[in-house]
């Protein structure tokens, strides 16, 4: 720019433009290229014939009156764009605006002036340097007088003149408006540029000012409003007394009645009228009232009904906690118990494998030695391998087993001598003595499989393994949550969890045994009634499955370990083990036959099982050799004595299967007892068996194990079909024992028939042998 060469034709232009510009009276409204609102400090009032020229330089150096000064103050108000907005300095140096307009003024006169016209005067830069910025109060009253017309008028006038003064950066004269660009090399500035650090800083602490200022202004305005306010009211109760007092006068001095005054007329139907109207406005605001009172109790309703449903759900809390509690304890225990599980089952293997072993053992000592003692009494009655001094050669194992049952024998004898029983028929006992070895090893493995029984659970707390704690558990469940606990059918999934623990209880429980502790005395078989017992009743719920809680325990854990016992173990030849077995028994078929009508398939398979091994006895130990009279004439002889142990251990088993009278079904009983016994076996030993008054005592063993309820509701006077081969027994018995005047034999026979209910027979027999003190019996029954 500063080595730009100097053009002369530029010179004129300029000057023909601005001479244009002068006489054209439209250049002032083609001036101002950037139209803008006055700004705060553009609104005071001008101050004097100086404030009005410096206010109006601003507007001319905007003006297109010589491209010169427009180029110029672009390019200075660039470069003292800081220096103007700084709000440290309140004063403006004006000099080179009036500079310009000094040059701008000469320019339009005289065409032909230099380059020295372009500075201003000396008396001008003083005058201009002693003008300033006007104070912050007169901008605040320049303002609020502004705000003040704005709120009278609701609007501004367009035809306001900007008096006010604003800061213009400073031009630089000593510039040649010959060095500005042409029109289209001139950059138009779409954005405004970029201020500088300090000038953002300089703008923030005068809007700043400004606002503190609006603030302060607004607090005084406010106070203004509120004096005003105040002066109002006090002049309208003052006028308002005034009015009072005029009006109190006026009424005091008119209080005569004007009887030249006329009013409507006035009958029943007007006011019938006006009263019914009144009282129709009155219901309808009544019904009115009456809605919102039952719209305001529907919502203390609804309050009260949010109220209840937010405090519980405030539980939800801790109801999830339990139930997440519940459901990994439940998670728990069924892992410890499938864990477990296995152990279980071997321990039970083991002790039930230990018992079986002993059992067969008794067992096939007990046939073996019928069988070599029947051979050698065979041997004894052919004899036919005799020896030259008459002896029975004997092989030495027969010899063994011989000697073997009579030593067995002497010491029964001896203990029941001992302990006072006398009258015992030989061939009662049970035979079931081991010898100490078998007994010490016995006892050694029963020892070995207890020790192991007692480490199942020793590394499992309480909780998991104790059934009382177990219990205490879900009975929490279902106090706090019964729905829920009803549910999900606990009382169904309680006995499967126990089953595992009760089972381990019973591993030294032998129902074999007589001294064997009860059901109803187990730890377990009171905790659970102690559960059941805890159940609360509700109309509304099915909580039976509660109550069948102990009977599923036992059809699906005591009843198959039962039927084990039977299947396997019990010998129905031991009179101990049939008593013990059937107490056992009659606990669970009986106690707790009220909770269903039907028999359960475990129970219904228990009693088969019953059957089926009291025939399987029968079958393999029922044995009564039949001997020549003239070898059983003599009691003393070999051939007699067995035949009557074999005898009174048939009856022994018949009375033993006669125990389960009331366990098992009569047609059962007398199928088994009467029909494969009775009928068979021992009948057939009575018809061989020589008559006399052993004979009738015979009998009335056998008619002494013969329920009662059999013949209570018989009926006839003849007795059940089953005892028609023992009921001709007694009448041939009793002939013969007439003829050889065995009187009380006879009395004894009729006593038995009139207690099986064979009064014909028993009639008969009376009228026959003249026996009439004895048709009173007959009479009784």
Not at 352 to 375: C, D, F, P, T, V
Not at 388 to 400: H, P
Not at 450 to 455: E, G, R
Not at 492 to 520: A, E, H, Y
């Amino acid at each position: 720019m500063a080595h730009r060469p100097k053009r002369t034709f530029r010179q004129r232009q300029a000057q023909s433009s601005d001479s244009d510009d002068a006489e054209d009276p439209s250049a002032e409204s083609r001036a101002p290229r950037e139209p803008a609102a006055p700004g705060p400090e553009e609104e005071g009032p001008p101050s004097g014939g100086v404030r009005a020229e410096v206010a109006e330089l601003p507007r001319r150096a905007r003006g297109p009156r010589g491209r010169g000064p427009v180029w110029a103050s672009s390019r200075r108000a660039a470069r003292a764009g800081p220096r103007a907005e700084s709000s440290e300095s309140r004063t403006v140096d004006l000099s080179t605006d009036e500079e310009d307009g000094a040059h701008c003024s000469s320019g339009s006169k005289d065409d032909q002036s230099s380059s020295s016209d372009n500075f201003s005067s000396p008396e001008e830069k003083e005058f201009s340097s002693i003008v300033k910025i006007p104070d912050a109060a007169f901008i605040q009253a320049a303002r609020r007088k502004h705000e003040l017309a704005r709120t009278q008028d609701d609007y501004i006038s367009l035809d306001v003149k900007h008096n006010s003064v604003t800061p213009d950066t400073k031009r630089n004269s000593d510039e040649d408006p010959e060095s500005e660009p042409d029109d289209h090399e001139k950059r138009i500035p779409f954005t405004r540029k970029p201020q500088t650090l300090r000038q953002r800083m300089t703008k923030e602490t005068t809007s700043r000012n400004e606002e503190t200022s609006e603030d302060s202004q607004e607090e005084d305005e406010n106070q203004d409003i509120w004096e005003q306010q105040q002066m109002r009211k006090a002049v309208k109760i003052t006028e308002g007394r005034d009015i009072d007092l005029s009006h109190s006068r006026k009424s005091q001095t008119v209080k005569k009645f004007d009887t030249s005054i006329s009013f409507p007329p006035v009958n029943l139907e007007v006011i019938k009228k006006r009263l019914n109207t009144r009282l129709t406005l009155l219901q309808d605001t009544h019904r009115a009232h009456q809605r919102e009172y039952e719209k305001y109790m529907q919502d203390v309703k609804r309050s009260k009904s949010t109220v209840e449903n937010l405090e519980s759900s405030s539980s939800q809390a801790v109801n999830y906690k339990f139930y997440k509690n519940m459901k990994i304890y439940v998670e728990n225990i069924i892992d410890c118990l499938n864990e477990k599980m296995i152990t279980i089952q071997e321990i039970e293997s083991s002790m039930h494998a230990l018992l079986l072993k002993q059992a067969m053992i008794l067992m096939k000592r007990r046939q073996e030695e019928l069988k070599h003692e029947s051979a050698y009494l065979q041997q004894l009655s052919r004899k036919t391998e005799t020896s030259t001094n008459g002896s029975l050669a004997v092989d030495e194992k027969t010899q063994y087993i011989l000697e073997e049952i009579e030593s067995r024998r002497i010491q029964r004898r001896q203990a029941r001598a001992l302990s006072g029983s006398c009258n015992h028929q030989e061939g009662t006992s049970s035979d079931d003595e081991l010898s100490s070895a078998e007994m010490t090893d016995f006892q050694k493995s029963q020892g070995d499989i207890l020790q192991d029984h007692k480490k199942v659970f020793e590394d499992v707390h309480d909780d998991f393994c104790n059934i009382r704690n177990i219990l205490l558990k879900f009975q929490q469940w279902r106090e706090k949550f019964p729905d829920s606990y009803y549910d999900a059918f606990i009382g169904l999934c309680i006995p499967k969890l126990l089953n595992p623990l009760i089972r381990v209880q019973l591993l030294d429980w032998n129902p074999l045994k007589l001294d064997s502790i009860g059901l109803k005395q187990m730890p377990w078989f009171t905790c659970i009634e102690e559960f059941m017992d805890n159940s609360v009743e509700d109309a509304k719920r099915d909580n039976s499955s509660d109550k069948k809680i102990l009977y599923s325990v036992i059809n699906k854990t005591v009843i198959p370990r039962i039927t084990d016992f039977v299947e396997f173990i019990w010998d129905p030849l031991s009179t101990s083990q049939t008593t013990s077995l059937i107490k056992h028994c009659r606990v669970i078929l009986e106690e707790h036959s009220s909770y269903e009508n039907e028999v359960s398939k475990s129970q219904q398979a228990l009693l088969n099982s019953i059957a089926s091994r009291m025939k399987k006895a029968i079958e393999d130990d029922v044995f009564i050799p039949l001997y020549p009279k003239s070898t059983t004439e003599n009691e003393t002889s070999p051939h007699s004595k067995f035949q009557e142990r074999q005898f009174w251990s048939a009856l022994k088993l018949f009375r033993n299967i006669l125990l389960w009278n009331e366990l098992l079904s009569d047609e059962t009983l007398q199928e088994i007892g009467l029909g494969k016994l009775l009928n068979r076996y021992l009948i057939i030993a009575l018809l061989n068996a020589v008559p006399g008054p052993d004979v009738v005592k015979k009998c009335s063993q056998v008619a002494a194990c013969l329920p009662e309820k059999w013949f209570k509701n018989c009926a006839t006077r003849t007795s059940i079909p089953e005892l028609e081969n023992f009921i001709q027994f007694l009448l041939q018995s009793a002939h013969k024992l007439s003829k050889d005047e065995f009187r009380n034999e006879v009395k004894e026979i009729i006593l038995i028939l009139v207690k099986i209910k064979a009064l014909n027979q028993a009639e008969s027999l009376i009228e026959e042998y003249h026996l009439d003190h004895l048709k009173s019996l007959i009479k009784e029954v």
